[in-house]
């Protein structure tokens, strides 16, 4: 069974760097594609981008200029880095594995970007 | 960028009965749509893609169908694990987009 959990600060200042990392557990960082998606509260769903250990990523346009994904294989981990984050960034940060379709999902962290 | 339009917003219908929910695609996406169900409080759990194709572990009632443009979420005899709020989502072009929502409530 594959599980993902995300970790970092729940609370961020206006422009600023939201960073958050996803462990995996059960599978290979190495054996498939990996995404972040986010939700703002009580809004749908956004793919943010994704990341391939060969080293395909592929990102938003609409956040492309501001967003990182990067793998970290020796831990089993990938993470995301927002910048200049604004308040329309708040949002539940998820995530998943694959990049078409998403199998496994973590729980999600909760990110609010405010003073 | 791929707009899903899902309708209705909201669907009222009672335990046992059969829902029916709808999403339009901008754009042609041959069979590339995905459907996710998401409870409060958790993350997404993917039902269907292929248009079809139901996940694993996916109770039968849940079917999927469509192509193209025009896709359809049906549950049959709907038990009360599944009222919850039901997305559509695009996986043929990037950036892979998502609809707003079907929110499946308890007449």
Request: charged content about 15%.
């Amino acid at each position: 069974q594959v599980q993902l959990q995300e970790s970092g600060p729940g609370l961020v200042e206006p422009s600023e760097t939201l960073s958050l990392t996803c462990t995996v557990a059960g599978a290979s960082i190495n054996s498939n594609f990996w995404s972040w998606i986010r939700q703002p509260p009580g809004r749908g769903l956004e793919c943010i981008g994704y990341i391939y250990h060969t080293g395909r990523i592929d990102y938003n346009p609409s956040l492309k200029s501001r967003v990182t994904i990067s793998l970290d294989t020796s831990k089993n981990q990938f993470s995301l880095h927002l910048s200049s984050v604004i308040a329309a960034d708040t949002a539940v940060y998820y995530c998943a594995s694959g990049y078409e379709i998403f199998d496994y999902w973590g729980q999600g962290a909760l990110v609010t970007v405010s003073s | 960028e791929i707009v899903m339009t899902q309708s209705p917003p909201t669907l009222s219908v009672s335990p046992g009965e059969r829902a029916t929910l709808s999403c339009r695609a901008s754009q042609s996406l041959s069979s590339n749509l995905a459907w996710y169900q998401q409870k409060p409080g958790q993350a997404p759990r993917l039902l269907i893609y292929g248009a079809s194709t139901r996940a694993t572990g996916v109770p039968a009632r849940f079917s999927g169908s469509g192509s193209g443009t025009e896709f359809t979420l049906t549950i049959s005899s709907l038990q009360s694990g599944d009222f919850a709020i039901y997305y559509c989502h695009q996986y043929n072009n990037w950036p892979y987009t998502f609809g707003q929502g079907t929110k499946l409530e308890i007449k």
